[in-house]
């Protein structure tokens, strides 16, 4: 996913074989006990960054938006933030004016800033 020459076709047959691509993969925690949350995670970021921004009209824009660690079912009681300070970028990014911003156009949001991919 590092490849900055991946095309889009290798990136969907990497997400087809994901399952052999992680074999060996070492969960991060036990609330991630298998790699498909993160291989999802990275799929979407390459996508939104790479190929998206090609196939929407001059008006449109894409984001990628981390959230944080949210406490939620997934992220459970230990989490940093309660679910509502975890959609405040998205609720931000949806209220933004609707005209095309490249300051944020097919970046990765996290607390209303852009963070380097």
């Known amino acids: 996913l590092q490849n ?3 095309t889009e ?3 969907n ?3 087809e074989n994901f399952i052999e691509l992680t074999k060996d993969y070492k969960p991060l925690s036990p609330l991630v006990p298998d790699p498909s949350y993160c291989a999802s995670k990275g799929f979407l ?7 998206l921004p090609k196939k929407l009209k001059s008006t449109q824009q894409s984001y990628a938006v981390h959230p944080g660690w949210v406490k939620t079912d997934m992220g459970g009681n230990d989490a940093q933030i309660s679910i509502e300070e975890g959609v405040d970028t998205t609720v931000y990014l949806i209220n933004l004016p609707f005209v095309k911003n490249a300051e944020l156009d ?3 949001i996290y607390e209303r800033k852009v963070l380097d991919w």
């Open 9 to 11: 076709e290798e990136l």
């Open 106 to 108: 097919s970046k990765l």
């Open 45 to 51: 970021s390459r996508y939104v960054k790479s190929f």
């Open 4 to 6: 900055e020459d991946l």
């Open 13 to 15: 047959k990497a997400a």
